[in-house]
């Protein structure tokens, strides 16, 4: 049980696959109970959605120490915050919470906290969407993957 509860962990943490393969994988595959998987997974999501933040802050002050990076950093960043302030001032965290929560590739707590930090979205508001749309996406990857799979006993005749 151990071993299929460390596989469902490393399979959330990989970039691009996060709780979206990690949750069939663990129904499907493994054979777990949903329930089991659903905690494990999301709990797993959440803090790695945390974790990068926090990461990213320290790395991008150690980086931008760097004078000519800095520079570039910052128009880069000036520029992007002008376009999309008023989505942010307008969306907020319920923005970042849809982001994250909708279950496709390039979505994710990965690009999730990349572009909340990126706009200067603090902390706390960051971990409020970050928790609500891995909530989401955990709930719809859950649905999709529960009822997909029997979906199949439709067309597929058992022997």
Not at 110 to 135: P, Q
Request: proline share 3%; charged share 15%; glycine share 10%.
């Amino acid at each position: 049980m151990l071993s299929e509860i460390l596989e469902l962990i490393l399979i959330t943490f990989l970039p691009f696959l996060e709780l979206r393969a990690s949750i069939p994988y663990g129904i499907l595959k493994l054979h777990m109970n949903w329930v089991d998987v659903f905690i494990i997974c999301v709990v797993t999501n959440i803090i790695l959605g945390i974790l990068i933040y926090f990461l990213l802050d320290k790395l991008v002050h150690l980086v931008v120490r760097i004078k000519p990076i800095g520079r570039l950093y910052n128009k880069v960043i000036e520029r992007t915050q002008k376009k999309i302030q008023k989505y942010v001032d307008k969306y907020g965290e319920i923005g970042v919470a849809i982001f994250i929560g909708i279950p496709l590739p390039g979505s994710g707590v990965y690009t999730g906290a990349l572009g909340s930090y990126l706009i200067g979205m603090g902390y706390r508001k960051f971990i409020i969407a970050c928790i609500v749309g891995v909530i989401i996406a955990g709930t719809a990857v859950t649905i999709i993957t529960l009822f997909g799979s029997g979906a199949w006993s439709l067309f597929i005749k058992s022997i």
